[in-house]
T-cell receptor, first 111, second 116 residues
Framework: RKEVEQDPGPFNVPEGATVAFNCTYS??????FFWYRQDCRKEPKLLMS???SGNEDGRFTAQLNRASQYISLLIRDSKLSDSATYLC????????????FGKGTKLSVIP | GAVVSQHPSWVICKSGTSVKIECRSL??????MFWYRQFPKQSLMLMAT?????????EQGVEKDKFLINHASLTLSTLTVTSAHPEDSSFYIC????????????FGNGTRLTVT
């Protein structure tokens, strides 16, 4: 099993749609979790951290299920500017600064 | 917020030459920086962990003699691709953490290397 696994995508959705991304991780000792977005030919940028209680930032909601080792990202009311690749990122090595990246899921929001 | 600066943004070089990429933490000290590589349509792959004042830790399959890392100060790490070949053409990104272990990484803007 891969350390961090994401929906393969791509997701093509109309403007205004709600879209959900899923991610699973293999190391039960993982401590911190993040969603990054990466635009084409650019560096990843932090979208949001994921907390155990779940957290929301505007149209974006992140959830963590430690028992199932599962992370999700929900985007409501999709905008054209949301088109990007969304990376699930996990600190999979306890006591380490190192992060492991999922392969990413590409989202295209269509007018 | 924490800012990481990477230079150059892009470079084109001839096969056999060496290329140095700099990564700086602008408003924080980073004892540890990370170097990633990303090929088209692939995920970010960690190449090595750069530790200030000591040797870098390389991931399996990454040649330490080819990808030289120097982390001479708390704000600067460099990656030198030695004797570059076309297969080294890729997007190289550095990152650093501006806080404790559970804080997110901040990335440099990346260096697109093309070896002809």
């Amino acid at each position: 099993r891969k350390e961090v696994e994401q929906d393969p995508g791509p997701f093509n959705v109309p403007e205004g749609a709600t879209v959900a991304f899923n991610c699973t991780y293999s190391n039960s000792a993982s401590q911190s979790f993040f969603w990054y977005r990466q635009d084409c030919r650019k560096e990843p940028k932090l979208l949001m951290s994921v907390y155990s209680s779940g957290n929301e930032d505007g149209r974006f909601t992140a959830q963590l299920n430690r028992a199932s080792q599962y992370i999700s990202l929900l985007i409501r009311d999709s905008k054209l500017s949301d088109s990007a690749t969304y990376l699930c990122v996990v600190n999979s090595r306890a006591g380490s600064y190192q992060l492991t990246f999922g392969k990413g899921t590409k989202l295209s929001v269509i007018p | 917020g924490a800012v990481v600066s990477q230079h150059p943004s892009w470079v084109i070089c001839k096969s056999g030459t060496s290329v140095k990429i700099e990564c700086r933490s602008l408003d924080f000290q980073a004892t540890t920086m990370f170097w990633y590589r990303q090929f088209p349509k692939q995920s970010l792959m960690l190449m090595a962990t750069s530790n200030e004042g000591s040797k870098a830790t390389y991931e399996q399959g990454v040649e330490k003699d080819k990808f030289l890392i120097n982390h001479a100060s708390l704000t600067l790490s460099t990656l030198t691709v030695t004797s570059a070949h076309p297969e080294d053409s890729s997007f190289y990104i550095c990152s650093a953490r501006g806080g404790p272990l559970n804080s997110p990484l901040h990335f440099g803007n990346g260096t697109r290397l093309t070896v002809t």
